[in-house]
């Protein structure tokens, strides 16, 4: 609860096109969450547990790149 409510603290601080990229990558860490918590939960169930581990990745490594894109800018790297 304490590190959602420092995440908001910083998302408000944010432009408004970095705050919408890093609402989505949190998002998309609290749905990775879920999923670990499903693989824990399906007590190594087969089908069940590759499709939650799957799920897990396919949530993860979008979020690190989402928030890492929520650092830039929009203006590094223009010509002109």
């Keep these: 609860v304490l590190a959602a409510l420092v995440s908001f ?13 890093m ?3 949190m ?15 399906s007590c190594n169930n087969g089908i069940v547990n590759i ?5 897990t990745w396919m949530f993860y490594a979008p979020a690190l790149a989402i928030i890492a894109l929520s650092a830039c800018n929009g ?5 002109g």
């Design 23 to 25: 609402f989505i990558g």
């Design 27 to 41: 998002l998309f860490f609290f749905v990775c969450d879920l999923t670990v918590m499903g693989t824990f939960l």
């Design 51 to 55: 499709f939650t581990t799957s799920l």
């Design 9 to 21: 603290a910083i998302i408000k601080k944010l432009p408004h096109h970095n705050r919408l990229l």
């Design 75 to 79: 203006k590094e790297g223009a010509q």
